[in-house]
């Protein structure tokens, strides 16, 4: 009976929980309402048996089987029998559920860095979560061949094996896990996953002429290579540091110029061949020198004026580059977390300036610089009426940005006059906050958007319809008479209706776009803090 009650509890729980309501959405949308129902039941307890996910979803045997499958598959879902050797538990992968929502972001990033064959493949991964290579290559150049619009010769299979081999040695695409050795009374239960650092981003060889081939004939699949046990996937920390390199150097840019934003590009391209940590080892200048000429030439003016740049840059409240040593030309390191922070104090900063006022934002910025403040010292510093202090002050109390810390003048009981108070800012807990905040944000963007496309479906079906029989007619030489015809049928009023609908739609998935980079930066921060 107390059991439960504990699973009721946490039904509750987890119906209003932002972040669950936000995973179940995105897997809902992906894989459908079953997967959905099994990736919010695990999330709603972060680690479930097989067992409990089916006495508390109500599904069948065979249905909650194909969700974990398919969820596994794609690495939302992980398993394990640490716990209990013979129990195999299902633990929920937030941050790989979230990443659905980033793909745009890293598909445009592989293909301003790699080009367009590499975005393909990359695409092709993410539709399956981990695939072989002969079927990676395969269906990129399948695609690349039905989108060329007169017949022609299949891509280069070899060209695009090339390609490939980038991006696993660019650490892009890394080997899945392959099964390891197991004992015989849990292999059947649980299968040993073991990741083979060595081989990690080894590629393999392919049979480029069956492929093409497979290509030529037109072919729905490829006859299975000697590949077929090692499948690759999608590096997701790497796709989550290209993220994290491309808002330091639009940080950069924004704080000082285009050209310093290049200096930064080419710091990070350093910082990236050494280990994770908050603060980087030491580099010459000259590394930062050739590394910046590679990148993006001896004549470009980031490698003419890189001296001034750099002490431009280190100068800068962020402090993208610090200088810790003269020999050599001069020595330096980049601190990542002091600039993550950074990020994050400029966000937090945004967020109170637009949900209160700038005189908000003036009380918070002097409160964290100050560490504690009293009331009486923050009403005189601050140039605001007392009245006002005092109201905007415990907004912020109430919202989580600010604290109260109460220090007495004696142990002995005594009255209030006897102690003081000082307000202080948490930084992590102001923060985490706001995380949940921005699920809460991205999960109402995404619900009004799907109202609005429901409501409005037969409009936008009646425009889409029209707009491909107006393309089709241009397409095969309508004339004038005949398009004005087609573009008739809609009346003004609905194209009008259709414009707002429309409108309305990039607003709900622009502002969904800016709380996921601003989750990500929040996210960022969190993850440095927990590595000091």
Same mark, same amino acid.
């Given at each position: 009976?107390?059991?439960?009650?504990?699973?009721?509890?946490?039904?509750?729980?987890?119906?209003?929980?932002?972040?669950?309501?936000?995973?179940?959405?995105?897997?809902?949308?992906?894989?459908?309402?079953?997967?959905?129902?099994?990736?919010?039941?695990?999330?709603?307890?972060?680690?479930?048996?097989?067992?409990?996910?089916?006495?508390?979803?109500?599904?069948?045997?065979?249905?909650?089987?194909?969700?974990?499958?398919?969820?596994?598959?794609?690495?939302?879902?992980?398993?394990?029998?640490?716990?209990?050797?013979?129990?195999?538990?299902?633990?929920?992968?937030?941050?790989?559920?979230?990443?659905?929502?980033?793909?745009?972001?890293?598909?445009?990033?592989?293909? @301003?860095?790699?080009?367009?064959?590499?975005?393909?493949?990359?695409?092709?991964?993410?539709?399956?979560?981990?695939?072989?290579? @002969?079927?990676?290559?395969?269906?990129?150049?399948? !695609?690349?061949?039905?989108?060329?619009?007169?017949?022609?010769?299949?891509?280069?299979?070899?060209?695009?094996?090339?390609?490939?081999?980038?991006?696993?040695?660019?650490?892009?695409?890394?080997?899945?896990?392959?099964?390891?050795?197991?004992?015989?009374?849990?292999?059947?239960?649980?299968?040993?996953?073991?990741?083979?650092?060595?081989?990690?981003?080894?590629?393999?060889?392919?049979?480029?002429?069956?492929?093409?081939?497979?290509?030529?004939?037109?072919?729905?699949?490829?006859?299975?290579?000697?590949?077929?046990?090692?499948?690759?996937?999608?590096?997701?920390?790497?796709?989550?540091?290209?993220?994290?390199?491309?808002?330091?150097?639009?940080?950069?840019?924004?704080?000082?110029?285009?050209?310093?934003?290049?200096?930064?590009?080419?710091?990070?391209?350093?910082?990236? !061949?050494?280990?994770?940590? @908050?603060?980087?080892?030491?580099?010459?200048?000259?590394?930062?020198?050739?590394?910046?000429?590679?990148?993006?030439?001896?004549?470009?003016?980031?490698?003419?004026?890189?001296?001034?740049?750099?002490?431009?840059?280190?100068?800068?409240?962020?402090?993208?580059?610090?200088?810790?040593?003269?020999?050599?030309?001069?020595?330096?390191?980049?601190?990542?977390?002091?600039?993550?922070?950074?990020?994050?104090?400029?966000?937090?900063?945004?967020?109170?300036?637009?949900?209160?006022?700038?005189?908000?934002?003036?009380?918070?910025?002097?409160?964290?610089?100050?560490?504690?403040?009293? #009331?009486?010292?923050?009403?005189?510093?601050?140039?605001?009426?007392?009245?006002?202090?005092?109201?905007?002050?415990?907004?912020?109390?109430?919202?989580?940005?600010?604290?109260?810390?109460?220090?007495?003048?004696?142990?002995?009981?005594?009255?209030?006059?006897?102690?003081?108070?000082? /307000? /202080?800012?948490?930084?992590?807990?102001?923060?985490?906050?706001?995380?949940?905040?921005?699920?809460?944000?991205?999960?109402?963007?995404?619900?009004?958007?799907?109202? #609005?496309?429901?409501?409005?479906? !037969?409009?936008?079906?009646?425009?889409?319809?029209?707009?491909?029989?107006?393309?089709?007619?241009?397409?095969?030489?309508?004339?004038?008479?005949?398009?004005? #015809?087609?573009?008739?049928?809609?009346?003004?009023?609905?194209?009008?209706?259709?414009?707002?609908?429309?409108?309305?739609?990039?607003?709900?998935?622009?502002?969904?776009?800016?709380?996921?980079?601003?989750?990500?930066?929040?996210?960022?921060?969190?993850? /440095?803090?927990?590595?000091?």
């Amino acid at each position: 009976q107390a059991y439960n009650c504990l699973i009721h509890f946490y039904k509750r729980m987890s119906d209003s929980d932002p972040l669950t309501k936000l995973l179940g959405q995105i897997v809902s949308d992906v894989f459908g309402e079953t997967a959905a129902l099994v990736a919010t039941d695990i999330a709603s307890f972060t680690v479930k048996t097989f067992s409990q996910i089916l006495s508390s979803t109500s599904l069948s045997i065979k249905e909650v089987r194909a969700a974990l499958g398919v969820l596994i598959q794609h690495r939302l879902v992980s398993f394990s029998d640490t716990a209990k050797p013979g129990k195999v538990d299902y633990l929920i992968q937030t941050e790989n559920i979230l990443s659905f929502l980033r793909y745009p972001r890293f598909l445009y990033l592989v293909k @301003t860095a790699h080009g367009d064959e590499a975005e393909l493949m990359v695409e092709e991964i993410i539709k399956s979560g981990s695939e072989t290579a @002969t079927n990676i290559l395969f269906r990129t150049a399948k !695609r690349l061949h039905e989108s060329q619009e007169v017949p022609a010769q299949p891509p280069n299979i070899s060209d695009l094996n090339t390609q490939l081999v980038s991006l696993i040695s660019n650490s892009l695409i890394e080997r899945s896990e392959q099964l390891g050795q197991n004992t015989a009374a849990t292999a059947v239960l649980c299968p040993n996953l073991v990741e083979n650092k060595l081989l990690l981003n080894t590629p393999v060889d392919v049979d480029e002429k069956a492929i093409s081939t497979a290509v030529m004939t037109k072919c729905e699949t490829v006859e299975p290579g000697n590949d077929q046990d090692v499948l690759w996937r999608l590096n997701m920390k790497k796709c989550e540091q290209m993220v994290r390199d491309q808002m330091i150097v639009a940080a950069a840019g924004r704080r000082v110029d285009k050209q310093a934003g290049l200096v930064v590009q080419s710091l990070l391209r350093i910082v990236e !061949r050494q280990a994770d940590a @908050t603060v980087s080892a030491q580099f010459s200048h000259q590394a930062i020198s050739d590394q910046v000429a590679a990148d993006h030439g001896k004549d470009s003016l980031a490698h003419i004026y890189l001296d001034q740049y750099l002490r431009v840059l280190g100068d800068d409240r962020t402090r993208f580059v610090d200088r810790v040593g003269d020999s050599g030309g001069g020595q330096y390191h980049v601190d990542l977390k002091h600039i993550i922070t950074d990020m994050v104090e400029g966000c937090l900063d945004c967020i109170i300036l637009e949900k209160f006022s700038s005189k908000a934002v003036r009380i918070f910025r002097y409160i964290r610089e100050k560490r504690f403040v009293e #009331e009486g010292q923050l009403q005189q510093v601050v140039m605001i009426p007392a009245k006002e202090t005092k109201m905007l002050t415990y907004q912020l109390l109430e919202n989580h940005f600010i604290h109260l810390q109460e220090l007495r003048k004696s142990v002995a009981p005594t009255a209030p006059s006897k102690a003081f108070y000082l /307000y /202080y800012v948490d930084l992590p807990q102001a923060v985490r906050t706001c995380v949940s905040v921005c699920y809460k944000a991205m999960y109402n963007c995404r619900s009004r958007a799907k109202f #609005e496309a429901v409501e409005h479906s !037969r409009l936008l079906d009646k425009h889409e319809r029209i707009e491909s029989i107006a393309a089709s007619l241009k397409a095969s030489g309508g004339t004038e008479e005949q398009l004005e #015809e087609v573009a008739e049928m809609m009346t003004p009023p609905e194209k009008e209706a259709v414009k707002k609908i429309h409108v309305k739609l990039d607003k709900l998935s622009e502002a969904q776009s800016q709380a996921d980079e601003t989750l990500s930066v929040l996210r960022l921060y969190l993850d /440095y803090n927990s590595m000091a």
